[in-house]
């Protein structure tokens, strides 16, 4: 049974950077894509990125060029994603989710249960 | 960037009566589109994808239809365990893309 467990929540201040890691199990992890999906407080969700496990690849929006860093660790199959200069707009829950197919990029079935990252001074 | 506009924004709606939700993409993704349900306070729960195929544990009263630009979710009969946020999502290229979402009351 695929399952994809968070890290707990965070609170930074403006201008920290805060890591958040999703540890999968049930499946081959080098196989499957992994996106990250936030959502800010009674607001929509919005994509954040994409790595590859297999390859290290990324995708992110432009909006997060710069600021956003995926990496994976094989070992624990664990997902990570670092979010740099944060300001109060990153705060939000954080979800990562599996793509659905190796070669279905973006197409998602599986999610964690989130991580409520706060921004605060 | 692929625009996902949902309608309506919000529904109520009795137990028991078809639901529809539409979503319209601002160009051609062909079938590749999503459905989730969002409960409050919960992850999104997938349940439809590639337009119309049924995600494996969702009831059959879900469904969905639709290519190209323009989607429909559809609830046969509205259980009172459906309420809730529903978006759609099109993963045809980079980046992809959400609806604002559908939110689903209960009457």
């Known amino acids: 049974q695929v399952h994809l467990v968070q890290s707990g929540g965070e609170v930074k201040q403006p201008g920290a950077s805060v890591k958040v890691s999703c540890k999968t199990s049930?499946?081959?992890?080098?196989?499957?894509?992994i996106n990250w999906v936030r959502q800010a407080p009674g607001q929509g969700l919005e994509w954040v990125g994409w790595?590859?496990?297999?390859?290290?690849?990324?995708n992110q929006p432009l909006k997060f060029h710069g600021r956003v860093t995926m990496t994976t660790d094989t070992s624990t199959s664990t997902v990570f994603m670092e979010l740099k200069s944060l300001t109060s707009d990153d705060t939000a829950t954080y979800y990562c989710?599996?793509?659905?197919?190796?070669?279905?990029?973006?197409?998602?079935?599986?999610w964690g249960q989130g991580t409520l990252v706060t921004v605060s001074s | 960037d692929i625009q996902m506009t949902q309608s309506p924004s919000s529904l109520s709606a009795s137990v028991g009566d078809r639901v529809t939700i539409t979503c319209r993409a601002s160009?051609?993704?062909?079938?590749?589109l999503a459905w989730f349900q969002q409960r409050p306070g919960k992850a999104p729960k997938s349940l439809i994808y590639?337009?119309?195929s049924l995600q494996s544990g969702v009831p059959s009263r879900f469904s969905g239809s639709g290519s190209g630009t323009d989607f429909t979710l559809t609830i046969s009969s509205l259980q009172p365990e459906d309420f809730g946020t529903y978006y759609c999502?099109?993963?045809?290229?980079?980046?992809?893309?959400f609806g604002q979402g559908t939110k689903v009351e209960i009457k």
């Open positions: 989710a599996r793509d659905r197919d190796p070669s279905d990029w973006y197409n998602i079935d599986y």
């Open positions: 049930g499946y081959s992890f080098s196989n499957y894509g």
């Open positions: 790595i590859s496990p297999f390859s290290g690849n990324t």
């Open positions: 160009q051609a993704i062909g079938i590749a």
């Open positions: 590639s337009a119309s």
């Open positions: 999502q099109h993963s045809n290229s980079y980046p992809p893309t």
